[in-house]
């Protein structure tokens, strides 16, 4: 049995053993025998759920004993793990009955899982769970042990947006085959920071959209977000944010800006609509062929042309092989000289422009 319980809050949630699965359906027969032919309607779902049940009588006594109110959501929890090893078997007939719900896997240390344990349920005839399942069930004669209590606060999600300088640093890790390609990256320079200040169990990266490990990121920087799972420090203030800002930005290869807490909810929706956004970029062409000013005004005049794509060599260990159609929504020529000429880019986002 997992028990959770949240401060300043109280009860979560609570996670049963299988045993207790086999208790529930047994009283669920039960109601239906004793209400006779209008018990054929009734369904598991009218009946009080063991974790409702276990709420009601945890609740009152836990909020006394503490001298706090209980709550039904709370950003910190404490994970109570108990075990009951008299009744570990109390399922296990089922196998016998429902052989194919029981197959081994090969990440699962125990046939027993709660989901195989309800497919059982659903399949075993009444009369055959009767004779191996009594009611009411046996009480048991030993206690709980509480084997293991877990602390956990919810992640802290930071925030912002990063310009990136170098032509030799990858969004995130770049490793393939155990090999790092690259010495470090976008994600490492920002997370080594953050990570410490919050004291976090550990980090989940993300990003608008992400550049190839030779392209710079410029003008306002790309909007990022960190998700620092179980911090043990939540508490940071404007100036606290401000100066692990400027601890990140000590680096010579990013800059970072705008440094902030923000929600779930808010990362969610930086991610929203990712694919309708607009990219610009430039770019340096040389050209063996001799050129006038004349022969680039061509290239100004083309506007939202349609390309089938292929994915780029240089990405196919992050991203499958394929062909998706993209936009090239304007462009814009600028002489330099007889062999060299800028081109500027205005493209869909996910466009490789070179």
Known sequence: IVSTLGLPGLFNLMTYGCSLLGVRHSAWLQAKQELGTHGDS??????????????????????????????????????????????????????????????????????????????????????????????????????????????????????????????NLPQTPWIIDGERKMESSVEELITEHLVPAFKADSFNFSSSGREDVDVRTLGKGRPFAVELVNPHKIKVTFQDMRALQQKINTSEKIKVRDLQIVSRE????????????????????????????????????????????????????????????????????????????????????GTYPF
């Open 266 to 349: 808010a990362v969610a929706h930086m991610k929203e609509g990712e694919e309708e956004k607009t990219k610009c970029y430039s770019a340096l062409i040389w050209t063996e062929k001799l050129i006038q000013v004349e022969d680039l005004k061509r290239l100004d005049s083309l506007e939202e042309l349609k390309i089938i794509q292929k994915t780029p060599l240089r990405v196919l260990h992050r991203r499958p092989l394929a062909s998706r159609p993209r936009t090239i929504h304007n462009m814009k020529a600028e002489y330099v000289d007889g062999h060299h000429f800028r081109l500027y880019l205005k493209t869909q986002a």
């Open 42 to 167: 009734l369904d598991k779902g009218d009946i009080i759920q063991l974790k409702e049940a276990y709420k009601w009588i945890i609740h009152p006594l836990i909020s006394d004993e503490l001298g706090i109110q209980a709550e039904s959501k709370s950003l910190f929890e404490v994970g109570v793990v108990f075990a009951h090893p008299e009744t570990d078997a109390d399922c296990h007939f089922l196998a016998t009955v429902c052989r194919d719900c029981f197959k081994p896997c090969k990440n699962k240390q125990s046939v027993f899982t709660r989901m195989a344990v309800v497919k059982a349920l659903e399949k075993i005839k009444e009369q055959d769970f009767h004779v191996q399942f009594p009611w009411p069930p046996n009480s048991p004669k030993t206690v709980c042990n509480v084997v293991d209590i877990q602390c956990n606060h919810a992640p802290v999600f930071v925030a912002g947006r990063y310009n990136k300088y170098s032509r």
